[in-house]
Nanobody, 125 residues
Framework: QVQLVESGGGLVQAGGSLRLSCAAS????????MGWFRQAPGKEREFVAA????????YYRHSVKGRFTISRDKDKNTVYLQMDSLKAEDTAVYYC??????????????????WGQGTQVTVSS
């Protein structure tokens, strides 16, 4: 089992940047593909980005590709989401999640077993 704690959210102006962090407990961090999802008010939670267990493969939703970068630090048991050129439509609660399956990192929520509590990102226009 793994526990996830997100941090780094906040209020930023459009065009600005934020870096979200997700610290994972446990010694098996390297066994999990990791993902970031977000949920805006009144909307369904949606996939944002994912990274493979090795860190060699990354995946992004189309609307954030080129602006967001997911990465992981195995020594720190942490996954990051660097968000640049933020837009008002990026406003949401952002969640990190861990996928224990040996399958490639997924864009589907149901593939992830462990979730953090979420961190609020607000982009003012």
């Amino acid at each position: 089992q793994v526990q996830l704690v997100e941090s780094g959210g906040g209020l930023v102006q459009a065009g600005g940047s934020l870096r979200l962090s997700c610290a994972a407990s446990g010694r098996t961090f390297g066994s999990y593909a990791m993902g970031w999802f977000r949920q805006a008010p009144g909307k369904e939670r949606e996939f944002v980005a994912a990274i493979s267990r090795s860190g060699d493969s990354t995946y992004y939703r189309h609307s954030v590709k080129g602006r967001f970068t997911i990465s992981r630090d195995k020594d720190k048991n942490t996954v990051y989401l660097q968000m640049d050129s933020l837009k008002a439509e990026d406003t949401a609660v952002y969640y990190c999640a861990a996928q224990p399956s040996p399958k490639p990192a997924s864009v589907w929520e149901h593939e992830y077993d462990y979730w953090g509590q979420g961190t609020q990102v607000t982009v003012s226009s």
